[in-house]
């Protein structure tokens, strides 16, 4: 006696995967692609305190100036003339364009305000200084 079995049944129970698939790979496309990234400074800085201070929700691209008025950009040492064609190639690189500035309670103000002027000449004007709350 031979044993009919329905190939039909088999085929129609099987589970195709290739649009679920086809579907999580659009998705992780879309997160990659609307992901922003934030460049760090690179160092710590001991940066002072205010009793104003207000939290940043987010910023793209952070500069921190040492007590020894070193530039740091995306982890490395930058100097002063070369401060605003990093952050026009970062500003490229990112959406929104906010900086935050660390500087250490040390460094000399005119250091600060040079490198403030060579971003704003980079083209972005919403800048921050980064203060530790009082």
């Given at each position: 006696?031979?044993?009919?079995?329905?190939?039909?049944?088999?085929?129609?129970?099987?589970?195709?995967?290739t649009p679920m698939l086809d579907v999580v790979f659009i998705m992780l496309i879309f997160?990659?692609?609307?992901?922003?990234?934030?460049?760090?400074?690179?160092?710590?800085?001991?940066?002072?305190?205010?009793?104003?201070?207000?939290?940043?929700?987010?910023?793209?691209?952070?500069?921190?100036?040492?007590?020894?008025?070193?530039?740091?950009?995306?982890?490395?040492?930058?100097?002063?003339?070369?401060?605003?064609?990093?952050?026009?190639?970062?500003?490229?690189?990112?959406?929104?364009?906010?900086?935050?500035?660390?500087?250490?309670?040390?460094?000399?103000?005119?250091?600060?305000?040079?490198?403030?002027?060579?971003?704003?000449?980079?083209?972005?004007?919403?800048?921050?200084i980064s203060a530790l709350k009082n």
């Amino acid at each position: 006696m031979k044993r009919f079995t329905n190939r039909r049944t088999k085929e129609e129970t099987e589970i195709n995967l290739t649009p679920m698939l086809d579907v999580v790979f659009i998705m992780l496309i879309f997160f990659i692609v609307t992901t922003s990234f934030v460049k760090e400074a690179g160092i710590q800085v001991n940066r002072p305190s205010a009793a104003t201070s207000e939290q940043k929700a987010k910023a793209n691209i952070i500069v921190a100036i040492k007590n020894n008025d070193e530039i740091w950009i995306d982890k490395r040492i930058v100097d002063l003339r070369a401060v605003r064609a990093n952050i026009e190639k970062l500003k490229s690189l990112n959406s929104q364009n906010s900086i935050v500035i660390q500087s250490d309670k040390e460094a000399k103000t005119d250091t600060l305000i040079k490198v403030m002027d060579q971003i704003r000449l980079a083209g972005i004007h919403e800048i921050s200084i980064s203060a530790l709350k009082n």
